[in-house]
T-cell receptor, first 111, second 114 residues
Framework: RKEVEQDPGPFNVPEGATVAFNCTYS??????FFWYRQDCRKEPKLLMSVYSSGNEDGRFTAQLNRASQYISLLIRDSKLSDSATYLCVVNGAANFNKFYFGSGTKLNVKP | EPEVTQTPSHQVTQMGQEVILRCVPI?????FYWYRQILGQKVEFLVSFYNNEISEKSEIFDDQFSVERPDGSNFTLKIRSTKLEDSAMYFCASSDSETKNIQYFGAGTRLSVL
């Protein structure tokens, strides 16, 4: 089983739509969770950390479900500039300084 | 805004040659990382480095790879004898504390092995 799994998409949505991505992780002892975005041939950029209580940053909301071992990202009022690949990142359980990336979920926001 | 810088942006080398990829992490950061991303594939962890030693490495990081922090600012990845399958984008990242684990990435070095 892969350490981190994501639906590759693509998710094709119109501007203004709400879209949600999920990511599952295999190790229940993982402690750190993140969403990064990656534009084509660019470096990953931190979108947000994911906390146990859930957290929101503007149009973006992240949730962590430890019992089911998944994290989610909700994007409201999608903008054209949100088009990117969204990467789920989880650290290893015993290896807190080792990180696993999902393959990413591609989002295309259309006018 | 502080950033991680990587040089060169593109490195072309012949199979069997040694390459050194260079990174300047954010100045007050203490944890350093190398990742690679083969075209069309996911980002893969290679190694993390703290307090002048490797703290974690992946199975990809075999004997042909090494890392070094030769001075107070640079963090390098050396590949001793490059193979065709080493062709990838190599990203350096740094973070300022283990508890936060928030990593900031450089723009990457594209390595092409011919």
């Amino acid at each position: 089983r892969k350490e981190v799994e994501q639906d590759p998409g693509p998710f094709n949505v119109p501007e203004g739509a709400t879209v949600a991505f999920n990511c599952t992780y295999s190790n229940s002892a993982s402690q750190s969770f993140f969403w990064y975005r990656q534009d084509c041939r660019k470096e990953p950029k931190l979108l947000m950390s994911v906390y146990s209580s859930g957290n929101e940053d503007g149009r973006f909301t992240a949730q962590l479900n430890r019992a089911s071992q998944y994290i989610s990202l909700l994007i409201r009022d999608s903008k054209l500039s949100d088009s990117a690949t969204y990467l789920c990142v989880v650290n290893g359980a015993a290896n807190f300084n080792k990180f696993y990336f999902g393959s990413g979920t591609k989002l295309n926001v259309k006018p | 805004e502080p950033e991680v810088t990587q040089t060169p942006s593109h490195q072309v080398t012949q199979m069997g040659q040694e390459v050194i990829l260079r990174c300047v992490p954010i100045s007050n950061h203490l944890y350093f990382y190398w990742y690679r991303q083969i075209l069309g594939q996911k980002v893969e962890f290679l190694v993390s480095f703290y307090n002048n030693e490797i703290s974690e490495k992946s199975e990809i990081f075999d004997d042909q790879f090494s890392v070094e922090r030769p001075d107070g600012s640079n963090f390098t990845l050396k590949i001793r004898s490059t193979k065709l399958e080493d062709s990838a984008m190599y990203f350096c990242a740094s973070s300022d504390s283990e508890t936060k684990n928030i990593q900031y990435f450089g723009a990457g070095t594209r390595l092409s092995v011919l």
